[in-house]
């Protein structure tokens, strides 16, 4: 069966840019409901694990640049069907071949500057570590403070990882 929750980020460049709110908009029409949510800033090392799949691709060493230039806002959303459903939502990685009314058709502005990034598994697949050690749909869990630990967000630690917060400037 499909899981009901998945991971989503949105990039420094929608965030950044004032995006975040008509995203999560969007999202929440789409029927997803946020189950965490903070925002932060990114390391080389977090953005490299995350994106580690990629690490071969021409466009790695400017994706991770690009995902540690500013905050961005993780979420765990839930939804049935959530993983493909997210991915119908966002639109495709290139917003010039994005469907009308998708995230990235609205938002996006390039290929590489694509607004949200959205998991395409809930399950931990081997060569997966990276990006599945931040995807918290591959938890059967249904506790946000096991998503949290599996996102490596941060976590809920003080008890504070459940709201959304921003970090100190
Ligand atoms: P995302 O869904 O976050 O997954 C990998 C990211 O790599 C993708 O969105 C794009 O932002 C970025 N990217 C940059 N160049 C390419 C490319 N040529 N093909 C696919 N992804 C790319």
Redesign the pocket.
Known sequence: MAGNRTLTII?PDAFNSGKAGLIVALLEKAGFRIVASRVMQLTEKQAGAF?AV?RE?P?FT??VRFMTSGKCMPMVLERADAVASLRKTIGA?DPAEAEAGTVRKLYAES????AI??SDSDRMRSGRRGSSSLNPSSSKSRNCKDDYRRAALGGPAGGRGLELHHDRP
């Open positions: 990039k994106y990629h691709r466009f400017p994706l990685t290929k590489e500057r694509n990034h959205a």
